[in-house]
T-cell receptor, first 111, second 112 residues
Framework: GQQLNQSPQSMFIQEGEDVSMNCTSSSIFNTWLWYKQDPGEGPVLLIALYKAGELTSNGRLTAQFGITRKDSFLNISASIPSDVGIYFCAGPIDSNYQLIWGAGTKLIIKP | SQTIHQWPATLVQPVGSPLSLECTVEGTSNPNLYWYRQAAGRGLQLLFYSVGIGQISSEVPQNLSASRPQDRQFILSSKKLLLSDSGFYLC???????????FGQGTRLTVV
């Protein structure tokens, strides 16, 4: 079945560094969603992408919808401690708008 | 604005006991509703989704069931919990014909 491959699985970075993660699929997607989940809480939508090639920012976060429509990237600039968490990509698999999810990228900031 | 409420936040239940988790959405009508489960350190697994009252689709065969007795109420149930039912359960909603899903705070279920 369809699946999203999200990488890296985890990242250990220094505060102030830039972060980059990506999500790929064997199928074409019309929408890419990026979420962040803090420990013990539900995921929160960060950025939604609807057009191939689209580049969208939300503060220090920037996400891009790949031209092939089979991938998406999320970048975080100048990371801060509150960026810690798990980042998920997601996309709809059918006309009922059901989402499939990547396995997540866990971001850890080294003190 | 729309809000989603999910309770309880944590629950410890013995094996073989029943389960009822409730989720309600405010500020919208006829939403799509979802129940997800998340194992520790893992991604989200869709359990059930509903596009209307009394309409439930199951994604994974399991020991759980879902019901939607009212437009903005979604309930996750089990008659007899198993140890493997432990996990983090998340309720979510989305607008009809919209992919963006919004999540509740989650319920941490531990079956002992």
């Amino acid at each position: 079945g369809q699946q999203l491959n999200q990488s890296p699985q985890s990242m250990f970075i220094q505060e102030g560094e830039d972060v980059s993660m990506n999500c790929t699929s064997s199928s074409i997607f019309n929408t890419w969603l990026w979420y962040k989940q803090d420990p013990g809480e539900g995921p929160v939508l960060l950025i939604a992408l609807y057009k191939a090639g689209e580049l969208t920012s939300n503060g220090r976060l920037t996400a891009q919808f790949g031209i092939t429509r089979k991938d998406s990237f999320l970048n975080i600039s100048a990371s801060i401690p509150s960026d810690v968490g798990i980042y998920f990509c997601a996309g709809p698999i059918d006309s009922n708008y059901q989402l499939i999810w990547g396995a997540g990228t866990k971001l850890i900031i080294k003190p | 604005s729309q809000t989603i409420h999910q309770w309880p936040a944590t629950l410890v239940q013995p094996v073989g006991s029943p389960l009822s988790l409730e989720c309600t959405v405010e500020g919208t009508s006829n939403p799509n509703l979802y129940w997800y489960r998340q194992a520790a350190g893992r991604g989200l697994q869709l359990l059930f989704y509903s596009v209307g009252i009394g309409q439930i689709s199951s994604e994974v065969p399991q020991n759980l069931s879902a019901s939607r007795p009212q437009d903005r109420q979604f309930i996750l149930s089990s008659k007899k919990l198993l140890l493997s039912d432990s996990g983090f359960y998340l309720c979510a909603w989305s607008e009809i014909r919209n992919t963006e899903a919004f999540f509740g705070q989650g319920t941490r279920l531990t079956v002992v």
